[in-house]
DNA sequence: TGTCTAGAGGATGTCAGGAT
DNA sequence: ATCCTGACATCCTCTAGACA
């Protein structure tokens, strides 16, 4: 079950497609083109009551009314069924985070979007870009690119714990030792003296090797484009996004591959190892705006750590879009009443 | 007694953030 | 900016029981 502020947005974003005056006459109405079975709608008046969230609903609300009235959208046509995936991600490997299917056809995220857009493996990101199927290695990715280094940190922080019963290959900790090795280290991501300068060589030779694979893997064209389709969650079909940052609702279209195509021009995908406290490789993407032949930046970064403490877990890589979501090339402003639609931008 | 298989439960990988 | 966490989904391994 998800959590009742996401309950909230996107069940209230949902009401607000449907032709009625408040959420309040919406919600005694239970209208049944909203298929959701008792025990939700029981769940969401009572949020409503208890004033909770309250204002989440009324972004939501707004944010389901101006899809209704978009001339992108609904066009102020009454949805005849909209879907809840209920919290959950719908099996498949779409790359939209969908939570609501309008009639069958219009796949809407509600999601208050994040800095950070997905965290997959190292692996799979650097070597496999992203895709959902394929093969890269699945192993510990620090010892995939920068063995000697996780080697000497390993063999420094063992020392320094005194566990010199632990395996000379970190590869070998078992579960157990691993979470002896974590509990073991000082707090707050700080090292042993002797381990200091082993997680700074580290972190370089993460960042230097994880860039070059990357690159390297990124090698043609294509690639690059269906990369960056990944990195803007660039699905296979369009969708919208429903949502807020810090400051603001923020209704956006999000572009197909062939949408994308149509607008835009991939230049230059930039890969660059960063310097930082942890590894870190940064991209940006270089494109031109086939309207008017401007060019455009969209900029982001990739962090590798631990997942789950030091040495528990192989690293996860964290990927972040720095550029603001309604900057990003594909993510069209959804029109609002009497704008144009925005195709073409 | 040997082989196969369902499923239980642990391990691993991924997602979506939060805390400081 | 950096590190930490909970919740799941899925993968993997082991084992009890069915059946030949």
Known sequence: ??????????????????????????????????????????????????????????????????????????????????????????????VAPVDLRVDHVYLVSCKYLSQNIANPSPARLFEGLLSTTGHWPTGDWYAEVAPAAYRRLYDACRSAAGFDELPDDPLALTPAQRRQLRLALPGRGAYPAEARQAYRDLCRDVSVGSAERWRANAASPADRERLVWRLLRVGSAPYFVLGADVRRPLRLRVASPWDWRQAFQLLDFDIRAAEAGQPQVDWAITYRRRGDGSAGVARGHVEVRWSHGRFAQPPEAKIYLDTPADELPGYFPMGGAGDQPSLWE
């Open 1 to 94: 079950m998800p959590d009742d502020r996401t309950t909230v947005t996107e069940l209230g974003t949902a009401l607000g497609m449907l032709p009625f005056e408040r959420p309040a006459a919406a919600l005694a109405a239970r209208p049944r083109q909203l298929a959701v079975d008792d025990a939700v709608w029981e769940l969401l008046t009572g949020l409503q009551r208890s004033g909770h969230f309250a204002e989440e609903f009324a972004a939501a609300w707004a944010n389901g009314r101006a899809f209704l009235e978009a001339p992108d959208a609904l066009r102020g046509r009454t949805p005849l069924l909209i879907e809840w995936t209920g919290g959950r991600r719908p099996p498949g490997d779409e």
